[in-house]
T-cell receptor, first 116, second 110 residues
Framework: DTGVSQNPRHKITKRGQNVTFRCDPI?????LYWYRQTLGQGPEFLTY????????KSRLLSDRFSAERPKGSFSTLEIQRTEQGDSAMYLC??????????????FGEGSWLTVV | DQQVKQNSPSLSVQEGRISILNCDYT??????FLWYKKYPAEGPTFLIS?????DKNEDGRFTVFLNKSAKHLSLHIVPSQPGDSAVYFC?????????FGTGTRLLVSP
C-alpha cells in the first residue's frame, strides 16, 4: 500500500496524558499536512510542512500541540496534557509541491483520539 | 467565518438517478477545488477536482461544475449507486492549504 499511513488508528487516553501520532506520507510527496476533524464538521487545518520545514501553523494549534518532520519524511504530532476537547480524528495528508501535479492532497485514514 | 459552505446537510436519492451536491465559497483567491468522499472512521478519499480556470471536469460517473461568477460548484453523480452513500466534502485550495465545507451526507437507496 503506497498511500498515506497513520498510526495508531485509535487512541484512548486519560486527561492530562501525552499522546503522539505518526504519519508516513506518500513517498515522493514533499508536502505534509495535519488536519483535525470533529463530529459534524469538515477537516480543519492545523499545520503543514514543506520537506522538514514547518511553514504554517493554525491558531487551532495551541502550545500543547507540536508537530515535527525531522528528516522530511514521516511526521509526528504530539499533544501534551490532553484535554477532553482534544477528542477528534487527526488526519494526515500529503501532496507534491503545488503545481500541475501537486494540487491534489491525499489523506490517510486518520487517528481517532478519545480523551476520558 | 465559513469560507466554504455546503448548505445541504443531507441528500437522499434513488439508485440510478442523478445526485447533485452543491458548494458555495466566498474567497475569490481560491484557485483549485476538490471533492472528497468520506466513510465513518476513515479519512477523506479524493474523488475529483477542478482548476479555477475551467468550468467543468468529468471522470466517469462524476462531473464537477464550477461557476466562478457565482462562487459556486457542484458535483454530479450519475447514475447514483448505493455504494455512493457517504459524506461528501467540498474543499477549496488557497494559501497553500485546503478549506473544507461541513459536508453533505448522501444516501442512495436501492
Amino acid at each position: 500500500d503506497t498511500g498515506v499511513s497513520q498510526n495508531p488508528r485509535h487512541k484512548i487516553t486519560k486527561r492530562g496524558q501525552n499522546v503522539t501520532f505518526r504519519c508516513d506520507p506518500i513517498s515522493e510527496h514533499n508536502r505534509l499536512y495535519w488536519y483535525r476533524q470533529t463530529l459534524g464538521q469538515g477537516p480543519e487545518f492545523l499545520t503543514y510542512f514543506q520537506n522538514e520545514a514547518q511553514l504554517e501553523k493554525s491558531r487551532l494549534l495551541s502550545d500543547r500541540f507540536s508537530a515535527e518532520r525531522p528528516k522530511g519524511s514521516f511526521s509526528t504530532l504530539e499533544i501534551q496534557r490532553t484535554e477532553q476537547g482534544d477528542s477528534a480524528m487527526y488526519l494526515c495528508a500529503s501532496s507534491l509541491t503545488p503545481g500541475p501535479r501537486g494540487n491534489t492532497i491525499y489523506f490517510g485514514e486518520g487517528s481517532w483520539l478519545t480523551v476520558v | 467565518d465559513q469560507q466554504v459552505k455546503q448548505n445541504s446537510p443531507s441528500l437522499s436519492v434513488q439508485e440510478g438517478r442523478i445526485s447533485i451536491l452543491n458548494c458555495d465559497y466566498t474567497n475569490s483567491m481560491f484557485d483549485y477545488f476538490l471533492w472528497y468522499k468520506k466513510y465513518p472512521a476513515e479519512g477523506p478519499t479524493f474523488l475529483i477536482s477542478i482548476s479555477s480556470i475551467k468550468d467543468k471536469n468529468e471522470d466517469g460517473r462524476f462531473t464537477v461544475f464550477l461557476n466562478k461568477s457565482a462562487k459556486h460548484l457542484s458535483l454530479h453523480i450519475v447514475p447514483s449507486q448505493p455504494g455512493d452513500s457517504a459524506v461528501y466534502f467540498c474543499a477549496a485550495k488557497g494559501f497553500q492549504k485546503l478549506v473544507f465545507g461541513t459536508g453533505t451526507r448522501l444516501l442512495v437507496s436501492p
